[in-house]
């Protein structure tokens, strides 16, 4: 049995602990919805854990993401004496090799079979038959798209569809929506999650065809990637069969 005690500040590997590493967690954020029943003390959000709190419960190891945490926090948690992991994840082949690092520094003894399924599937995935341009909201009021460097948008190159905002200097730069508009972008892809796009709650605001896609299998780095290109896929053909 697992002895480590570990508090994960990464909704997505919080996922990955609890499925490999039974047990293990004693803190998560309120925003870990994975895997269902995870009993576990809520130590706030992503960008506003309650520090103390996670002090208090003593544990072995912290679980957090250089994009999801802030590094006042981590710096804290750290001058309190805690070892923090901190993870960089912005390509699934990147995904897979911090996974295993992640889930060794929580004790785990050996390599999980869901991690080496998810690294086959997409290891063994064909280059697409075809590839379309993109803008990929991930909020609105402002609006906010994928740009550079991303885990999300690796994961869309990989399926065939290539961010218009590939290149831009930031990694999630605000574009005002007429922008969007007149980017030249085939299609637009909507995310659920974080913001919560949805069929009548974002295509609306673009006159090209919009995939409304699960933003759990286009975010999440953990065992959700086995799933992924199966449910992105299936979002993303039904509106290239309209182009």
Known sequence: MNSVRIVSLVPSLTEAVAVTLPGALVGVTDWCTQPDGLDAVRLGGTKNPDVPRIIALGPDLVVTNEEENRARDIADLRAAGIEVVVTEIRSVQQAFRELDRVLRACG????????DLAESVW?????????VTAVIPVWRRPWMVLGRDTFAGDVLA???VDNVYADHPDRYPHVPLEELRDSGAEIVVLPDEPYPFGTDDGPESF???????????LTWYGPSMAQAPG?????????????
Not at 207 to 217: F, I, K, L, Y
């Open 207 to 217: 006159t090209m065809p919009a995939a409304c896609v699960s933003g759990r299998h």
């Open 108 to 115: 785990g003894d050996r390599r999980p079979g869901w991690l």
């Open 231 to 243: 449910m992105i896929g299936a979002s993303l053909r039904g509106v290239l069969r309209a182009l």
């Open 158 to 160: 990989r399926l065939g």
């Open 123 to 131: 290891s063994g995935m064909p280059e697409p038959w075809e590839r």
